[in-house]
Structures are given as C-alpha cells and as structure tokens.
Nanobody, 115 residues
Framework: QVQLVESGGGLVQAGGSLRLSCASS????????LAWYRQAPGKHREMVAV???????NYADSVKGRFTISRDDAKNTVYLQMNSLKSEDTAVYYC?????????WGQGTQVTVSS
C-alpha cells in the first residue's frame, strides 16, 4: 500500500514559479513510476509529467521547457518544479505512483495562476 500526500500548491501570478512535492509512505518507493497529473474545472485529468524508476522523464507538450519532474528515492518524494506559469496551468495537481497493476493517487493540491 502506498499513501501519497501532495503539498506546495497555492496562488501565484503569471510568470511565477511553484514547486510541488509528493511524499510517500508505506512501500518501496524506488520501484514505482511516478507522475503528476492535473485537472482543470470542466476538463479531463491529463498527464503533466512522468519519471520512471530509472529516471527517464516525459512531459506534456504544454509544459515542456517550463516544468521539471524529479524524484528523491531516499526521501520517498517526487517533485514538480513549475516555472513561467500561465493562467492555463490553473488546476488541481495530483501525484500518481504506479507499478504493474497497482496505481495510487494523492488527494490533490490546488494551483491557481492569476493573470
């Protein structure tokens, strides 16, 4: 069982930065593929960034060059550094951990970007 707790969301002006954190407990963190998703009002949840257990990363086109995902397996934590934020980045951001048939979600953290 994996429990995920996100933090770091908030209100920021367009062009600003935020760093989200997602801390895990309860399992071997290093074997999981970790990802950040987001869901804006009235829209489907979408993948923002993913990092494999080997450190390979992938990003949604909309955030490439602005967001960076990283992981610290010693701290059981995954991060999302968000720079040059835009109003369209406003959403609830969710952390996900998955490994084979297992998938776990955090409760989400709100990010609001004011223009």
């Amino acid at each position: 069982q994996v429990q995920l707790v996100e933090s770091g969301g908030g209100l920021v002006q367009a062009g600003g930065s935020l760093r989200l954190s997602c801390a895990s407990s309860g399992s071997i963190f290093s074997i999981y593929t970790l990802a950040w998703y987001r869901q804006a009002p009235g829209k489907h949840r979408e993948m923002v960034a993913v990092i494999t257990s080997g450190g390979v990363t992938n990003y949604a086109d909309s955030v490439k060059g602005r967001f960076t995902i990283s992981r610290d397996d010693a701290k059981n934590t995954v991060y999302l550094q968000m720079n040059s934020l835009k109003s369209e980045d406003t959403a609830v951001y969710y952390c996900n951990a998955n490994q084979k048939d297992l998938s776990y979600w955090g409760q989400g953290t709100q990010v609001t970007v004011s223009s």
